[in-house]
Antibody, heavy 120, light 107 residues
Framework: EVQLLQSGGGLVQPGGSLRLSCAASGFTFTTYAMNWVRQAPGKGLEWVSL????????FLADSVKGRFSISRDNSKNMLYLQMNSLRADDTAVYYCAKCILPTTDAFDIWGQGTMVTVSS | EVVMTQSPATLSVSPGDRATLSCRAS??????LAWYQQKPGQAPRLLFYDTSTRASGFPARFSGTGSGTEFTLTISSLQSEDFAVYYCQQYDNWPRTFGQGTKVEIK
């Protein structure tokens, strides 16, 4: 079964750091670009970041540039999101998501989501 | 940034009726558009990619059309399980962007 299992998240103070993890199974991990997408409470979806299959190239939304970084460990089938200098407006459910094809950035498999709350 | 605008924000439809959801891009995105369905408390589910290629698990009553800047998701005869929020997303330009969503509710 193709699956993404997320861990990490929780409550963090403004200015703090957090790392999210996403464990992939059931598919050839290195073949596919992977993403993080977030959803603030009661709001819509916001794409956050993408890493290519090799991990050689990464892309970030302007709202998180300079604060967040995406990485992957293809030997462990793991995806990560390192979040630094967290702000209240980063509060959201964060999803990891797999691209459906190597050249198509539509997201066919999603993790279960993990809540990140930034508050003092 | 490509701004994706969905309309209407909320669509009230009776079961069995047709629903038409619109998504407009602020610049051409060719056919690089996806649609997602999201139900409360759940992760989104991919419904269409490349504008009109239906993802697995969705029936033929769902159809996706359009190109360039104008796109449409049609549900021909709404079933109870179709009431949800639908998002469009472009993947032609960076950053990838979503529309704000259309909530399809029971009339």
């Amino acid at each position: 079964e193709v699956q993404l299992l997320q861990s990490g998240g929780g409550l963090v103070q403004p200015g703090g750091s957090l790392r999210l993890s996403c464990a992939a199974s059931g598919f050839t991990f290195t073949t596919y670009a992977m993403n993080w997408v977030r959803q603030a409470p009661g709001k819509g979806l916001e794409w956050v970041s993408l890493t290519t299959g090799s991990g050689d190239n990464t892309f970030l939304a302007d709202s998180v540039k300079g604060r967040f970084s995406i990485s992957r460990d293809n030997s462990k089938n793991m995806l990560y999101l390192q979040m630094n200098s967290l702000r209240a407006d980063d509060t959201a459910v964060y999803y990891c998501a797999k691209c459906i094809l190597p050249t198509t950035d539509a997201f066919d498999i999603w993790g279960q989501g993990t809540m990140v709350t930034v508050s003092s | 940034e490509v701004v994706m605008t969905q309309s209407p924000a909320t669509l009230s439809v009776s079961p069995g009726d047709r629903a038409t959801l619109s998504c407009r891009a602020s610049q051409t995105i060719n056919s690089n558009l996806a649609w997602y369905q999201q139900k409360p408390g759940q992760a989104p589910r991919l419904l269409f990619y490349d504008t009109s290629t239906r993802a697995s698990g969705f029936p033929a009553r769902f159809s996706g059309t359009g190109s360039g800047t104008e796109f449409t998701l049609t549900i021909s005869s709404l079933q109870s399980e179709d009431f949800a929020v639908y998002y469009c997303q472009q993947y032609d330009n960076w950053p990838r962007t979503f529309g704000q969503g259309t909530k399809v509710e029971i009339k």
